[in-house]
């Protein structure tokens, strides 16, 4: 199966009826000017393939802001440029984000119209109080009844959610309350996003006073990873963990766990716990483990970490990368024993 993929057209911080504590959408999407209908036009010619089969594994995405709460004769233009690429199968379908609260019966069926066939909720997290802190603007049942509204028209539903969040009593537990919440939801797709403290923001005046404490990265990874199982285990589809590498993010960054890897240091950390239960009862010594060679670098972990964490346990291993040994599975030999595979 061809993998999926967007193109995506930012409309930044257009539509917010407020700004989140961590929010700068401009520096977060990398630019300050809002698409022109004609920009939308030449974009899709420009990147979508003319072949219709090819089409079905794009679509056309419009992130960045919130998009039904946008000027509604602006945000139709943009539809009505889009959805003729749709018509033609040059994408199949157009996917949107935005709020909780700015979802209804009537926007629904102009989305529907026009082509729109994907709908990203900006839940964030499920707990009153740290939206309220966090300023958010929107409630719980909001995302409730929003989701609810988006799945009996018909439409495939994506969650959005944020760690570290302020105001979160402890990370984890928070975390793990919302992606309960999702799951009871039933979303198609999920991502998931570390907070990050920008410049200009609430949030970076909260920092700086001592009153608000970011999780660090290894304490995210940590988190991120008993979210991936999680919704792994429910078959939701997690079509983003961490944020995009981008300069002018990292030149606006004050602090929070942001690293430009961030899926793989995930990934790593996961594959690094299997291992350490498969090993769990083996005496110390030294083993080969072989890998499939596109699972080599979650294995050996960035800068060896895997590696070295598991020499402070005993453990001396040396990554074998071996085509034979399919997807995430590994096998594990003792340093000089016949190959076992």
């Given at each position: 199966m061809e993998k999926h993929k967007n193109?995506?057209?930012?409309?930044?911080?257009?539509?917010?009826?407020?700004?989140?504590?961590?929010?700068?959408?401009?520096?977060?999407?990398?630019?300050q000017n809002p698409p022109t209908p004609r920009q939308v036009t030449r974009l899709c010619e420009?990147?979508?393939?003319?072949?219709?089969?090819a089409?079905?594994?794009?679509?056309?995405?419009f992130f960045g802001g919130s998009f039904t709460a946008i000027d509604r004769r602006y945000m139709v233009r943009l539809l009505e440029a889009a959805r003729p690429f749709v018509?033609?199968?040059?994408?199949?379908?157009?996917?949107?984000?935005?709020?909780?609260?700015?979802?209804?019966?009537?926007?629904?069926?102009?989305?529907?119209?026009?082509?729109?066939?994907?709908?990203?909720?900006?839940?964030?997290?499920?707990?009153?109080?740290?939206l309220?802190?966090?300023?958010?603007?929107?409630?719980?049942?909001?995302?409730?009844?929003?989701?609810?509204?988006?799945?009996?028209?018909?439409?495939?539903?994506?969650?959005q959610m944020m760690t570290g969040l302020y105001r979160q009593k402890d990370y984890m537990e928070y975390a793990v309350d919302t992606a309960q919440k999702f799951i009871e939801i039933g979303p198609d797709t999920v991502r998931i996003y570390p907070t990050l403290t920008l410049k200009d923001t609430l949030l970076e005046k909260l920092y700086q006073k001592g009153i608000y404490t970011p999780p660090d990265i290894?304490?995210?990874?940590?988190?991120?990873?008993?979210?991936?199982?999680?919704f792994n285990k429910r078959g939701i589809r997690i079509i983003k963990l961490g944020l995009h590498a981008d300069t002018g993010l990292e030149k606006s960054l004050v602090a929070g766990p942001y690293h430009p890897a961030f899926k793989e240091l995930v990934q790593s950390y996961m594959f690094m716990e299997k291992i350490k239960r498969a090993l769990d009862g083996r005496?110390?010594?030294?083993?080969?483990?072989?890998?499939?060679?596109?699972?080599?670098s979650q294995a050996v972990g960035q800068k060896k970490s895997n590696v070295t964490a598991l020499a402070d346990l005993g453990w001396s291993v040396k990554f074998v990368p071996d085509a034979r040994v399919q997807g995430e599975e590994f096998i594990i030999c003792e340093k000089g024993e016949i190959r076992c595979i």
């Open positions: 193109l995506s057209i930012f409309v930044p911080h257009e539509g917010c009826p407020n700004q989140c504590s961590f929010c700068d959408q401009k520096k977060i999407s990398g630019t420009e990147f979508l393939p003319k072949d219709e089969k089409g079905q594994s794009y679509e056309i995405a018509s033609r199968g040059r994408a199949m379908g157009i996917r949107i984000s935005t709020r909780p609260d700015a979802i209804d019966s009537e926007i629904l069926r102009l989305l529907k119209h026009y082509g729109v066939t994907s709908i990203e909720l900006g839940a964030q997290s499920m707990q009153d109080d740290v309220k802190a966090n300023l958010r603007g929107h409630s719980v049942q909001d995302v409730y009844t929003a989701s609810k509204l988006i799945k009996q028209r018909g439409f495939s539903l994506g969650l290894r304490q995210t990874v940590k988190i991120c990873a008993v979210l991936v199982k999680m005496p110390a010594g030294r083993y080969e483990i072989y890998v499939n060679p596109s699972r080599l």
